[in-house]
């Protein structure tokens, strides 16, 4: 079976604010296998600066500031959590299907670990199982049962993981 295609660039980040592509990669990862995804998908995950970010809340959402995490489905889940969307989701070039993409604020995933007093890279850990869960259909802005199960399944991933939330 061919395996995930994660890809993972940064975009205007300097250097001391690079997150490590090899760990967001393997969240991905992680998220895909427990949520039990089998069919070979494709995630891109973009690491940008704050003005990219902003730019792209801004174009895609209206609000004109910047945040930790977008994410961006291709695939509409419902009810949310992997369902094999069938064969006309796999893009014909690549055999793969496209789950999404995920913008993350490479200066934010540092701030917010300072402030909740964890590492950057479990911070960086919890926006990705966060936003890939989104790519699945799960949310957390409507509904308190939505909200409560996306909150059980990032504490149990992160749990697989080894951290704690």
Known sequence: MQKHKIY??????????????????????????????????????????????????????GIDKTTDVLSFPMLEFSPPGWIEPGSNAVDPETGLTPLGEIVLSASIVRLQAKEYGHCVEQ????????SVLHLLG????????????MREKEK?????????I
């Open 123 to 130: 911070e960086t850990a919890y926006l990705i199982v966060h």
């Open 8 to 61: 993972t660039r940064h975009s205007k980040v300097m250097p001391e604010y690079r997150l490590q592509i090899h760990k967001i990669k393997e969240c991905v990862r992680k998220v895909l296998s427990l949520e039990k995804v089998n069919m070979p998908c494709e995630v891109s995950v973009l690491i940008a600066d704050d003005v990219t970010v902003r730019n792209i809340n801004l174009s895609y959402r």
């Open 156 to 164: 149990h991933i992160m749990s697989e993981m080894g951290y704690r």
């Open 138 to 149: 799960y949310d957390h802005v409507d509904e308190a049962d939505g909200k409560r199960l």
